[in-house]
């Protein structure tokens, strides 16, 4: 499971997918410009979300 945990403050979130319920995969997606950005993808192909941010930062992960 991806655990994304704040650096500064040390809280920690897991996420899953509203509609199927499953866990939400870390992974990567580069941008038209150029720059490599986290995501949390469905593995069942609902969607995937920005990585979450806490204390005005990303989220860093760490896959559990």
């Known amino acids: 499971m ?3 945990t704040c650096d500064q403050c040390d809280m920690s979130v897991n996420i899953t997918c509203a509609e ?3 866990e939400l995969a ?3 997606i580069t941008t038209g ?3 490599e950005v986290d995501v ?6 609902h ?3 920005k990585s979450p941010t806490c ?3 990303d989220m860093a992960c ?3």
Not at 40 to 45: A, I, M, N, R, V
């Open 20 to 22: 199927c319920g499953q």
């Open 26 to 28: 870390h992974d990567t």
């Open 2 to 4: 991806a655990t994304y």
């Open 62 to 64: 760490e896959l559990a």
């Open 40 to 45: 949390s993808k469905c593995p069942d192909g």
């Open 55 to 57: 204390c005005a930062e």
């Open 33 to 35: 410009d150029g720059r």
């Open 47 to 49: 969607g995937m979300i």
